[in-house]
């Protein structure tokens, strides 16, 4: 959760609820989306706290905070919206047809991942043979827990945004097999491979994704499997896999190479007609990444690269495991309305790093929700929560920042909660 300004996103939102019911065609395409906005109060709020303000959590001259920073309660804003532009399939003959894909999501009225498409994409279909995707789309890692496991129970960025997984892929291929029946069910199976991006010769990048989505009456089994080498070592499960470093020109200094990736699985189960129960578990493994000196900026800046793990700027980096959990419920009490409560787990890592970078912290995040649906696609909500941390210190390896997903610094609060209100519009 981000703590923003407030944009002028509210009104734009509540414009496209009276102005728009459903997806557009325009000739051959169509477009639909959503917009959303959310507004809170949190405890524990210190978005200045960092000595160095903005610099990556795994440099250790980030671990220092500012002295004499005051945090407490605060308000916030932040507004999102994603439209997407398709095509219609276009039939080509002997059973084959192709569509494509043009997506960007604004954050706060700004590009979300500057330099990053979310769909930019085409795909060529067949009854017989499955789907051939090509270019740039999320992963399954990333976009099957954000949605609807994490968006279902107030999860979203703590579940899917964290983890030693990558969300983005920009210069990739996914094969899709055609729908199978086993025992009963439904079992689809893709295969994505990613080359990353452009001018790596050293450290060439190379990621690979399986994801297999069971369906069998009221249970909805999804698993995932990826492993990547040589993207930017994070544990920001939302990233954009492109190359080790920014700058493909520096890869020769680069000493080591870096391998991160995640086996998760994810279930749903419809109970009844009123109530669902989601769970999810992730096993995280990174290789870590030694810390190279990459030369100066045109201020005299020293320019680094991205380290992970590491015991200090001169010594090795270290490989780390941990476990993830998350576990909701959704209940509809009327026809439209509905609660939910939910919780993720992050947990301790295993490692041979003596020196303390997070690996001892946990973190435990548990929400409440209501919903209600105004009409089809427009809804209003509210939400709260509150975050736990097992210790004041650095924060798990699976978080991406110290202050990630709550705006709770785990070095300065050990714990924190909050609450608000939001609509949503789909289109």
Known sequence: MKYIK????????????HSLSHAIDVGPLTINGFVKVETSRASNQCSDCQLVAGEARHRPWADDLAAGKSYGTKG?????????IGTKEFDLGQGFKVKGLLSQRWRDGKVDIPGVWYEKNATVLHEDYGSLQIGAFPTRGWSVADFPYGTKFGVADPWASSGAGYGLLTNAV?????????????????????????GYVKH?????????????????LDATAQSATNGMP??????????????????????????????????????NAKTEVLAGVRFNRWSGNKATWLGQDAQGNDLWNDMFNISSLTGPSY???????????????????SVNTGVVYLGKANTSNSVERGQSNSMMLN??????????GFSVYGFGGMVNFGHKGLAPLSMPGHAAFTGVDSRVAKSGNWAGVGLVYTF
């Open 234 to 271: 994070m544990a920001w499960g939302h990233g954009p896999f492109k190359g080790i470093t920014n700058d493909a020109s520096k890869e020769n200094l680069i000493a080591e190479g870096n391998k991160q990736s995640i086996v998760m699985l994810m279930s749903r189960y419809q109970m």
């Open 204 to 220: 060439k990048p190379q990621f690979y994704e399986v994801y297999a989505k069971y369906v069998n009456g009221p249970l909805i």
């Open 319 to 337: 490989s780390a495991t941990s476990t993830d959990f998350s576990l909701g419920v959704v209940y509809k009490f009327m026809p439209k309305w």
């Open 76 to 84: 916030g804003n932040v507004s999102l919206a994603q439209p997407y």
């Open 367 to 376: 929400t409440l929700g209501v919903g209600y649906e105004i009409e089809p």
């Open 6 to 17: 407030k944009t002028n996103f509210f009104g734009l939102m509540l414009l496209a609820a």
């Open 174 to 198: 996914r094969y899709g097999l055609p729908l199978m029946d086993v025992n009963g069910g439904d079992l689809h199976l893709e295969l994505t491979y990613d080359q990353g991006g452009a």
